[in-house]
């Protein structure tokens, strides 16, 4: 696992070597405890562990009847709840941030969300959808193109737990969804366009697309409402980005979700001729535990794998078994709910069939067996309260042989990619768009029907122009369209494809004997850290290790080239080998597997 931290920039060598030393302290006491938890997680479907608070058996309470003295409780909430953000926010100023590198929007959100399970009587789905359905205000910039789509669901033959849902299929239903591609992707692929129309050669380029699946405890939120991530996505990663509208609970229950998700992933595979591995399979919270399931089932079926998978704050335990649900519920954005509450989305997920399914590696994947798995790049949070079940998950992935890269960010809530506003934001997407180079660092795509398709399903009447917050731009696609019209014409028609996509300027592995590493802290300069920041090629157990002692905010490592993340060529000869990048610095100068760095 990686840290990532914010080190104050008046930080001496010796507070530096006192929190090296605790962190490693910590991380030894939390291996063995992981070797202990991971006993209860290593049957599929198997009795829930002795530490969780929803088991198979559970029944949920009726949800109380609206009534005028609701009414009153509503206005009261809604009274406490400003008093106590008012004094958060007074404490904020006086005495500074309850975490270390919140700032005034981060403690509002805390305070906002904080205690939100415990008035549940107050709520329902609908309320909660209209609450997370609204969207900001303001003229937002326009960095990505957004295309929305609908297309019909038919049957794929599918084996295993959806054979059935598929030979339900008729034809007749549709998912819904939307293609985001980034301004500069988008300018690429213009050029690209006019150079094939005035009879110039194209080059090949990384055809990278993401099947992005939104998040929302699996009864909330739409791809729309999540732009948020799916916007910065594109434009980190150069990629088109699909973001998938799946059936929400509790109208749909479990597998119907999965269900939609293979679908969305062989809509791009087969129907768009766009490779599978070239396709990498994204989601957060829910999203993140969604995508983990998809690719569980590819590989259980023998179907084609994607290049990798990115999740952020996955949800992969609903038995809600890890500790941190209690020490990080004052802090973390997301409501904790009781176990029996009506509100909780378990019950409304697995419905009927919850003690069927509670334990089933699809819906609680954190059971599964992780063998034969493409690289995978988790971020978490240590502020959240999914903070133990992600934990197991990296350390149950690495004793399977997956390639896995865990990231937990100092202070960091649930999926604090939603909050532009924090220091670490940036740092998260630069560190998947890194992830993506590194595991495809060029690959062109393998069909033309692939380009053509996408082509035809990106040129739409109804694309929008969108923010890198996910707010729509006014008139931003004519905007976009008149300023590539004018280069157009300042160029002459003689397009550089590079100076759009950044080809050549993405980070792919040289195999030299050593690697420089550095871990670049919030406040360094942004223009330097992608030179800087070449921290998410690494995969070892242990290594030596250098600290220079000019530089309080930068750790740097001298990295054995050897154990570098495998190109996809190369997987399936390394995946018994561990590739975990849990990393420390002890005071002997080695770096053992579960530390982390400060």
């Known amino acids: 696992m990686i840290v990532i931290s914010c080190p104050s920039t008046t930080a001496n060598a010796k507070q530096l070597e006192l929190e090296q030393q605790a962190a490693q302290e910590r991380c030894c006491a939390q291996a063995q405890r992981l070797e202990e938890l991971l006993d209860h997680y290593a049957n599929p479907g198997g009795v829930a562990p002795p530490s969780a608070r929803v088991v198979h058996t559970m029944k949920v309470n009726t949800p109380p009847d609206w009534s005028a003295w609701s009414s009153w409780k509503y206005a009261w909430f809604v009274a406490t709840k400003a008093t106590q953000m008012t004094g958060d926010a007074l404490k904020h100023t006086l005495w500074g941030p309850r975490k270390k590198s ?93 150079a094939c129309q005035s009879g110039q050669s194209v080059p090949k380029q990384t055809e990278r697309v993401i099947l992005y699946i939104h998040g929302g405890a699996y009864y909330v939120g739409s791809a729309a409402e999540k732009r948020v991530i799916s916007v910065p996505l594109a434009q980190y990663t150069d990629a088109r980005v699909f973001a998938l509208d799946y059936r929400l609970a509790p109208e749909t229950t479990f597998p119907g979700p999965l269900h939609d998700a293979v679908c969305a992933y062989f809509r791009l595979v087969d129907d768009l001729h766009i490779p599978s591995s070239n396709i990498f399979i994204s989601g957060d919270s829910a999203g993140g535990g969604l995508s983990l399931a998809l690719m569980l089932y590819l590989r259980d079926n023998a179907y084609p794998m994607p290049a990798g998978g990115i999740l952020m704050s996955p949800w992969v335990d609903m038995t809600m078994s890890g500790a941190s649900w209690e020490s990080n519920a004052a ?69 399977a042989g997956v390639n896995v890269r865990h990231e937990e960010y100092q202070d960091g809530v649930h999926v604090f990619q939603t909050f532009p506003f924090l220091k670490i934001w940036t740092l998260a997407f630069d560190g998947i768009g890194d992830f993506v180079r590194d595991v495809l660092p060029s690959v062109p795509i393998a069909s033309e029907p692939g380009r053509k398709e996408m082509f035809a399903e990106l040129d739409s009447s109804r694309t929008l122009a ?63 850290r992608r030179q800087n920041s070449p921290l998410k090629r690494v995969r070892t157990h242990s290594r030596d290790s250098r600290t220079p002692p000019d530089s309080p905010t930068t750790a740097s490592f001298k990295i054995r080239a050897s154990s570098v993340m495998p190109l996809p060529q190369d997987r399936s000869t390394s995946r018994g080998r561990s590739g975990s990048r849990s990393l420390d610095v002890p005071k002997d100068g080695r770096l053992e597997a579960f530390d982390r760095i400060y």
């Open 102 to 194: 919140w700032n005034i929007q981060m403690t509002l959100m805390s305070s906002l969300m904080r205690g939100a399970g415990q008035h549940t009587e107050l709520m329902d789905v609908p309320s909660i959808r209209l609450f997370m359905g609204m969207s900001g205000i303001g003229a937002p910039n326009a960095d990505a193109l957004v295309t929305p789509v609908t297309f019909p669901v038919r049957r794929r033959r599918l084996r295993g737990i959806l054979a059935d849902f598929d030979r339900n299929e008729d034809g007749t239903r549709e998912l819904s969804g939307e293609w985001i591609v980034g301004k500069k992707t988008w300018q690429r692929l213009q050029s690209e366009w006019k």
């Open 331 to 399: 802090y973390d954005v997301i409501p904790v709910f009781d176990a029996k509450d009506h509100m909780n989305p378990i019950s409304s997920y697995l419905g009927a069939g919850m003690e069927k399914y509670l334990t089933h590696p699809y819906a609680s994947p954190i059971f599964a067996d992780f063998a034969g798995l493409p690289p995978i790049l988790i971020q978490s949070g240590d502020s959240e309260v999914l903070q133990d079940e992600i934990t197991l998950l990296s350390r149950k992935m690495e004793l």
């Open 466 to 528: 969108v923010s890198n917050d996910g707010r729509v731009a006014e008139g931003g696609v004519q905007k976009m369209e008149a300023e590539f019209e004018e280069k157009h014409k300042q160029k002459g028609g003689d397009f550089d494809h590079c100076e759009h996509c950044g080809h050549g300027k993405t980070w792919g592995l040289q195999q030299s004997d050593e690697l420089q590493v550095h871990l670049v802290h919030p406040e360094a300069d942004p223009s330097r």
